[in-house]
């Protein structure tokens, strides 16, 4: 399974785990690994999950963090399926 999350962010799994990889562009010139300035690096490992749940729950907080989805998260809370929702706190 492999989930492309980003530009620099991908979810892979094996039989174990949920692997969440990320790269970052270079900031240098790599004469080891053959890239440039700018260029995009080799993915890596950043962070490991045996529960899917707790994996989804992070990546969505991650995007919240970095205001990727503030728009779909005010459509959400405006929806007339919410505002039906027995017990809304909203």
Known sequence: MEIQF????????DDRN??????NKCVADSELTG?????W???????YYQNWGHLIGDMLDLKIRQKEVVFLISEFK???TLTKMPNNKY
């Not at 980003?6 to 799994?13: G, L, M, Y």
């Open 6 to 13: 980003s530009e620099n962010t991908k979810i892979i799994a």
């Open 41 to 47: 690096g080799a993915w890596r490992d950043n962070a």
């Open 18 to 23: 949920y692997i969440v990889q990320k790269r």
């Open 78 to 80: 405006t929806s007339k």
């Open 35 to 39: 890239t440039k300035k700018g260029e």
